[in-house]
């Protein structure tokens, strides 16, 4: 069974920094690439940052670029995403996914962990 388990949420000033940690279970890590997305409430779910199976490819949302850095460490089963900079409209419930790679479909999730920034 897949398992995809966020950490590393919480309340933090604006300004300030976070890292968030995905660790994934159940699968051959290095076979997957992994995406974090966020969903703030009343919207909809939406991309942050993408890294491929081995790390040679990573892309992010405009919003996050230069503020954010999506990374991995496969002999540790576990996807990163590290944020600076963060601003009050980072507010949101971080999800990461993974997916088989070079395939389109995020196939599973995590429950998420909620970030707030406080202004």
């Known amino acids: 069974q897949v398992q995809l388990v966020e950490s590393g949420g919480g309340l933090v000033q604006a300004g300030g920094s976070l890292r968030l940690s995905c660790a994934a279970s159940?699968?051959?890590?290095?076979?997957?690439?992994m995406g974090w997305f966020r969903q703030a409430p009343g919207k909809e779910r939406d991309f942050v940052a993408f890294i491929s199976w081995s790390g040679a490819n990573t892309n992010y949302a405009d919003s996050v670029k230069g503020r954010f850095t999506i990374s991995r460490d496969n002999a540790k089963n576990t996807a990163y995403l590290q944020m600076n900079s963060l601003k009050p409209e980072d507010t949101a419930v971080y999800y990461c996914?993974?997916?088989?790679?070079?395939?389109?479909?995020?196939?599973?999730w995590g429950q998420g962990t909620q970030v707030t920034v406080s202004s």
């Open positions: 996914a993974a997916r088989p790679a070079g395939s389109s479909f995020y196939r599973n």
């Open positions: 159940g699968l051959t890590f290095s076979n997957y690439d």
